[in-house]
């Protein structure tokens, strides 16, 4: 068998395989225009109830909390006033000379 022969027994073959290849092509194509397009799954909505109920949990434990804090401060700053202005008379008497 010369190259001639196998060249031109090689471009039947491809020949044949170009054309299978397109009628694959073809096929698919078919198939994607005859089908329904997928819709996309909705998304799952899971936890809704119990983030709240924990929230309405842990609210009052803050709100508690928060007023402890503030009732502490507001204690403390009553605490350093009264250590303050005792300070003071007790600084005024030793200037002035009353020791007692």
């Not at 020949?15 to 994607?32: G, K, R, S």
Request: with cysteine; proline share 4%.
């Amino acid at each position: 068998m010369s190259d001639i022969e196998k060249a031109a027994r090689d471009a039947v073959d491809a020949q044949a395989n170009a054309e299978q290849v397109a009628l694959i092509l073809a096929i698919l194509q078919a198939q994607q225009l005859t089908q329904k397009p997928v819709q996309p799954a909705a998304p799952v909505r899971s936890g809704g109830h119990g983030k709240w109920i924990a929230m309405g949990v842990a609210a009052p434990f803050l709100a508690v909390t928060l007023a402890l804090s503030v009732m502490a401060f507001a204690l403390s700053a009553v605490a350093l006033t009264v250590c303050v202005l005792v300070l003071r008379g007790l600084w005024a008497d030793y200037q002035r000379g009353n020791k007692s």
